[in-house]
């Protein structure tokens, strides 16, 4: 079992930045990626940015330039650094760890959810 702990989020006006972080803690020698999601109302959860354990990172396109995911595997924390923050950032973030067990066999484990709100 992995958990997750996340922080930063709040109400900041377009153009600002937030720093999320994640902690994680337990059963978590076996994480092969860590990522951040996100959900508006009425919307789907996508995917905001990944990384795995080798470093290899991914991003949505509508986020790509703006934010940056990074590890910092000392603490065993997981951040996000948005910057340039428009209205449209509105939702819920949540930090997510797949890892595996066996073979194949991988799980997910989700943080409680931080509100990031964007005015103007």
């Known amino acids: 079992q992995v958990q997750l702990v996340e922080s930063g989020g709040g109400l900041v006006q377009a153009g600002g930045s937030l720093r999320l972080s994640c902690a994680a803690s337990?059963?978590?020698?076996?994480?092969?990626?860590m990522g951040w999601y996100r959900q508006a109302p009425g919307k789907q959860r996508e995917l905001v940015a990944a990384i795995t354990s080798g470093g290899s990172t991914n991003y949505a396109d509508s986020v790509k330039g703006r934010f940056t995911i990074s590890r910092d595997n000392a603490k065993n924390t997981m951040y996000l650094q948005m910057n340039s923050l428009k209205p449209e950032d509105t939702a819920v973030y949540y930090c997510?760890?797949?890892?595996?067990?066996?073979?194949?066999?991988?799980?997910?484990?989700w943080g409680q959810g931080t509100q990031v709100t964007v005015s103007s």
């Open positions: 337990g059963s978590i020698l076996n994480i092969r990626a």
């Open positions: 997510n760890a797949n890892s595996w067990v066996v073979a194949s066999i991988s799980y997910d484990s």
